[in-house]
């Protein structure tokens, strides 16, 4: 068995040095007017841990805009056109900026996080 100072010592390294993360991201079929998305919601996707989500589909997707975010998260919502994530990268999205919108044509969109 452990001395409990270590497992303690153990607790505090891990709790200072993990994050949370969390990043929502909306697609949208209109782009409508500067910082807003319009007409059909096409999909709506999170990551929650470190990685690169799965791919997201976003047929005929014009707007995309990020939904929530947690304050510690460091992710990126990244849009493709092409027929799936491997394709033509055409915009991106930080994550920490909630409301950000992307006006762009698109059919896919995944999200990364550190």
């Not at 452990?2 to 010592?9: I, T």
């Not at 993990?18 to 782009?31: I, K, M, P, Q």
């Given at each position: ?16 040095t ?14 409508g ?26 047929v ?5 805009i990020?939904?929530?975010q ?23 999205l ?21």
């Open positions: 068995m452990r001395p409990p100072h270590l497992l303690a010592l153990a607790l505090a390294l891990f709790g200072t993990s994050r949370a993360v969390y990043c929502e991201a909306s697609a949208y079929l209109g782009a007017q500067p910082g807003r998305c319009t007409g059909e919601h096409l999909n709506r996707a999170n990551q929650t841990r470190p990685g690169t989500s799965g791919c997201f589909e976003a005929n997707g014009a707007c995309g990020v939904a929530a947690d304050a510690a998260c460091s992710c990126a919502i990244r849009f493709f056109a092409g027929g799936d994530c491997n394709r033509t990268s055409v915009a991106q930080a994550c920490h900026d909630v409301g950000a919108v992307t006006h762009v044509d698109f059919d896919h969109f995944d999200i990364q996080c550190i």
